[in-house]
């Protein structure tokens, strides 16, 4: 016999749910850290403790302060696939449902990024980030692999130069804020030229309530 989802008990739903976000976190190229608020102890740490995983795991990452977190102001970030919430024990999101993308607490993104760690509910879960914030981040083999359990693929770890790779290259100047600058968009009018010049012409002057070019009420009237 097996159970549907609505007759397990709630604690195996919140974990079944913690672990796939989890799982989302790591089939996530594009993180946003989300710093809920400058006064929690050792959030500094923490940041930079992010920092490293996402670049041993692969993973662009942004850094953003909100102040309170809510559904609408994450809406805004479209092109993050993932959400880590930086906060006091008290300001974790256990249900995030309404919000368009995973917001995954720290001890989640600690299991989903770092290799020496696993987590499938045997030990205990917790909110407070400075437990574990001096743990050791693991390297993952390189003949190691990594499948997504929910789309089945096989996941492209990061990619790792050989000596013979280094010894010559070019240089290209790259900056985080490139991936949102270099995005444009056209509209409907496929046939506009944007390499044409704009001429720069005379505007109006005056004010809106009556614009020197304008007629003068009643001045052309008949007596």
């Known amino acids: ?37 400058v006064g929690v102890r050792g959030h500094v740490e923490a940041v930079q403790r992010v920092r490293k995983l996402c670049k041993a795991a692969g993973k662009r990452l942004y850094v953003i302060s909100v102040g309170k977190v809510n559904v609408p102001k994450l809406s805004n970030f479209a092109d993050i696939e993932a959400f880590i919430l930086l906060s006091c024990p008290f300001g974790v999101i256990l249900d ?90 056209r509209g409907l009018d496929a046939d506009i030229h944007l390499d044409e010049s704009t001429k720069v012409e005379q505007g109006r002057t005056g004010t809106a309530l009556g614009y020197d070019t304008e007629p003068i009420p009643g001045e052309n009237s008949s007596a």
């Open 96 to 185: 995030s449902s309404d919000y368009f993308r995973p917001v995954l607490s720290m001890f989640e993104a600690e299991m989903a990024l770092n290799p020496s760690k696993s987590w499938s509910g045997h030990r205990e879960w917790s909110a407070d980030f400075t437990t574990f914030a001096n743990d050791e981040i693991g390297t993952d083999a390189g003949d190691s692999v990594d499948m997504s359990l929910l789309t089945g693929k096989i996941r492209a770890g990061p990619v790792q130069d050989s000596e013979e790779d280094k010894k010559c290259g070019e240089v290209l100047p790259y900056e985080k804020g490139d991936y949102f600058k270099h995005r444009t968009w």
């Open 1 to 37: 016999m097996r159970l549907s989802s609505s007759r397990l008990p709630h604690s195996l739903r919140q974990l079944r749910k913690r672990l796939f976000l989890i799982e989302k976190l790591r089939d996530a190229s594009t993180v946003g850290l989300v710093v809920g608020s």
